[in-house]
């Protein structure tokens, strides 16, 4: 079932960043090929969003757990578009859970460090260009 995938592929992902606790801290990419619980999540929310079966704001976490596994493999572009299709600067957070409020909040500070990533990328390769 989706939901539970969802459940499952969030869990992961945080596993996943508490094993390479030092490699983040370095702000070394992960990648899918050799984090094989990175792999697994990615799989799950890529099926989950494929499918299109679960209620809206579960398609809205699926996004921005997307969008945080994107930018800890350094596809930062990847990662400004789960939240952009997201939309979660728009919703509400009234009454929400604190998990969502949470969510959100991730989502805030890694789209904004998503996009200096993005622009510091593009500036060297502007350089490397000359």
Known sequence: DDFTNLLLAEALLEL?????????????PLTESKE???????????????RGKLPPHCMTEALLILGKLH?????YRDAISMYARSGFEH?????????KMRLFAEA???????????RSMESDAFYEYL
Not at 71 to 75: F, K, L, T, V
Not at 108 to 118: E, H, L
Request: aromatic fraction near 10%; proline fraction near 4%; glycine fraction near 6%.
């Open 36 to 50: 094989p619980k990175l792999h697994q999540a990615k799989n799950y929310l890529t099926g989950i969003l494929n």
């Open 16 to 28: 996943s960043l508490r094993e390479n606790v030092a490699k983040l801290k370095f702000s070394i």
């Open 108 to 118: 805030f500070v890694i789209k904004d460090v998503a996009c200096d990533g993005s």
């Open 91 to 99: 919703l509400s957070l009234d009454d929400e859970p604190l998990y």
């Open 71 to 75: 930018y800890c493999e350094g596809s």
